[in-house]
């Protein structure tokens, strides 16, 4: 069984940094997709980033919002965590961050879809403030 956990959620202030760790057990599958999502009351989640591994190499992906602000990776050593490094962050970026898996597929043009991922983290939160 497959389960997911976020971690390092905070409120920081406008301009700061914080690194979200998300740590997979379970069979997470080879050649999968890895991704962040985040999502505010009343909005639907949104696509944050995504992280292809498999034998094609390692491909990031990134929302046009995020881009150049945020990174996303996985342990050198474990490639059942992942980091999402956000820096330069902006109050727009405050959100539950959440952390999804599709173990079958790898990401392409529809990372972002939310539906395709069967497995999701409880979710962390992020708030920043101005």
């Known amino acids: 069984q497959v389960q997911l956990a976020e971690s390092g959620g905070a409120s920081v202030q406008a301009g700061g940094s914080l690194r979200l760790s998300c740590e997979a057990s379970?069979?997470?599958?080879?050649?999968?997709?890895m991704g962040w999502f985040r999502q505010t009351p009343g909005k639907e989640r949104e696509g944050v980033a995504a992280i292809y591994r498999g034998d094609r190499g390692i491909i990031p992906y990134y929302a046009d919002s995020v881009k150049g602000r945020f990174t996303i990776s996985q342990d050198n050593t474990n490639k059942k965590v992942m980091y999402l490094q956000m820096d330069t962050l902006k109050p727009e970026d405050t959100a539950m961050y959440y952390c999804?898996?599709?173990?079958?597929?790898?990401?392409?043009?529809?990372?972002?879809?939310?539906?395709?991922?069967?497995?999701w983290g409880q979710g962390t939160q992020v708030t920043v403030s101005s």
């Open positions: 999804a898996l599709d173990r079958f597929s790898g990401c392409g043009s529809t990372w972002s879809t939310s539906r395709r991922f069967g497995f």
């Open positions: 379970g069979p997470i599958g080879s050649g999968n997709c």
